[in-house]
């Protein structure tokens, strides 16, 4: 919840890590990965596996990115937020095809600036989406085809470019990191011969996660060096498996797994139980180059990019999918109460304590576009005529949203929705009814939250319904 602080820390000092640079080793079959062409599209996907966001950065030279998948990340930190994006990077983040551009060949350039006065520029773009998550019992995977900034030694120095994903709940609030979640799926710094691959999670400074450092491992290219040429970064994250893991890869080889059972259940929960966005970019400075020798200085030479092939996002259908979607099957009572933290899928909430009458949990951390979902509620064959949700907000003035509730699909026609602002805080809690179209038998019931502005609006600690 916003009330919640959080840092963060983006690929920080990582103190276990430096220790250990240099000694893992990846088999000799690394090496002989397929040397494809810089403007190559990405790959089509393997068998069982569907594309669901592609971007190959096709364009005329000097153009922005696609601005229908990414938006532009600008300045020094998000709104509200912590200064620096919370890691001391030294840069300003734009907009500008100056930083952020095309280069006509296929390939997206993001390249570190700095003008007469020693100021750095940079850029940082995000998907606009939030919602890369494995299916249930299925597997997600995030892939880029990419080239480091190619430059070295005494001029690499405060060079810090990375590929990674944050935790959807992020978006909006800028204050519950490290809980949501972060998958760095590729970090270098210094021009060093090392990527570097971490999850994020759980409280900071320490906790569960080992924040600020996270669970990371590193490991060389090979073949040709990471500034030299280009090679394939990827994270599967498969809900397939008992426990549940993330994995990391380079060139296809995994050297890097985190499993469910490292972490305990409320943590592995609040950190994957949601969507996550895809972000590029490349920083100067900050607490991740500071462990390997500082930031830019006057021997740091500007102007090389990180050069991006490709950005795929693909998934695969748990044990069974790809059939009919069976029938709900009636197991929750329409006019009981429906714990909110009892949800079959959503994106973008996050359960936590509450302090309201009966204790337990609700979900928070709710913004304009995310859901819950919550699989065969019957409502009988006498009709349901009223939706009941009891609900609180903290949400700044002038922030307010829609409680939607749909049946059967996220996108059919609300057949109720009341709206909410600020009730006295994110634990001031109240019952607010609502008139409802005539239901009976059995639905899925999907919540959604739809607001017009991005910050967080209510929290739900439970719902139901009446005649």
């Known amino acids: 919840m916003s009330e919640t602080s959080g840092t963060p820390r983006r690929g920080s000092v990582r103190r276990v890590l430096i220790a250990v640079l240099g000694t893992v080793s990846l088999a000799a079959a690394a090496a002989t990965a397929a040397t494809l062409p810089a403007n190559a599209s990405a790959p089509t996907p393997p068998s069982g596996w569907s594309q669901v966001f592609v971007d190959d950065f096709t364009g005329a030279a000097g153009s922005g990115v696609n601005t229908t998948n990414w938006q532009y990340t600008t300045g020094t930190s998000y709104p509200g937020g912590p200064a620096n994006f919370g890691t001391g990077e030294v840069e300003t983040m734009t907009s500008s095809t100056n930083n952020v551009a095309l280069d006509g060949n296929g390939n997206l350039l993001i390249t570190p600036r700095r003008d007469a006065s020693g100021n750095w520029t940079s850029g940082r773009?995000?998907?606009?989406?939030?919602?890369?998550?494995?299916?249930?019992?299925?597997?997600?995977?995030?892939?880029?085809?990419?080239?480091?900034?190619?430059?070295?030694?005494?001029?690499?120095?405060?060079?810090?470019?990375?590929?990674?994903?944050?935790?959807?709940?992020?978006?909006?609030?800028?204050?519950?990191?490290?809980?949501?979640?972060?998958?760095?799926?590729?970090?270098?710094?210094?021009?060093?011969?090392?990527?570097?691959?971490?999850?994020?999670?759980?409280?900071?400074?320490?906790?569960?996660?080992?924040?600020?450092?996270?669970?990371?491992?590193?490991?060389?290219?090979?073949?040709t060096t990471c500034q030299a040429g280009f090679h394939t970064y990827a994270m599967e994250w498969d809900r397939s498996t008992s426990p549940e893991e993330v994995r990391f890869y380079l060139?296809?080889?995994?050297?890097?797994?985190?499993?469910?059972?490292?972490?305990?259940?409320?943590?592995?929960?609040?950190?994957?139980?949601?969507?996550?966005?895809?972000?590029?970019?490349?920083?100067?400075?900050?607490?991740?180059?500071?462990?390997?020798?500082?930031?830019?200085?006057?021997?740091?030479?500007?102007?090389?990019p990180l050069v991006v092939d490709y950005v795929q996002v693909l998934q695969a259908a748990g044990s069974g999918g790809g059939g009919t979607t069976p029938p709900p099957t009636g197991n929750r009572d329409a006019y009981s109460a429906i714990q909110a933290e009892s949800y079959d899928s959503q994106s973008g909430v996050v359960g936590e304590t509450t302090t309201d009458t009966g204790g337990g949990q609700d979900i928070g951390s709710i913004a304009n576009g995310d859901y819950a979902l919550y699989k065969g509620v019957n409502f009988g064959s006498s009709a349901a005529t009223q939706f009941y949700g009891r609900v609180a907000s903290g949400a700044a003035g002038g922030v307010s949203g829609l409680v939607e509730v749909r049946l059967d699909s996220r996108t059919s026609t609300p057949v109720a929705s009341f709206a909410l602002a600020n009730t006295g805080g994110w634990q001031s809690w109240r019952t607010v009814p609502a008139n409802m179209s005539s239901v009976t038998g059995t639905h899925d019931v999907y919540l959604t939250f739809t607001s017009g502005q991005p910050a967080d609006f209510v929290n739900v600690n439970w719902f139901d319904f009446g005649h």
């Open 125 to 223: 773009i995000e998907t606009k989406r939030t919602d890369f998550e494995p299916p249930a019992g299925g597997k997600l995977r995030i892939e880029s085809r990419l080239q480091m900034p190619n430059v070295t030694g005494a001029a690499a120095k405060g060079y810090w470019p990375a590929f990674w994903a944050l935790g959807a709940p992020y978006r909006g609030n800028y204050q519950n990191w490290p809980g949501v979640g972060e998958l760095d799926i590729m970090e270098n710094v210094q021009g060093l011969n090392t990527e570097w691959a971490t999850m994020h999670c759980g409280t900071s400074p320490g906790g569960p996660c080992n924040e600020t450092s996270g669970i990371g491992n590193n490991t060389p290219c090979t073949g």
């Open 251 to 304: 060139d296809g080889v995994n050297f890097h797994t985190v499993k469910a059972n490292q972490v305990d259940a409320t943590t592995w929960a609040n950190a994957t139980n949601h969507g996550y966005f895809v972000i590029l970019n490349v920083a100067m400075g900050g607490g991740f180059p500071g462990a390997f020798g500082g930031g830019p200085d006057s021997g740091t030479e500007p102007g090389h």
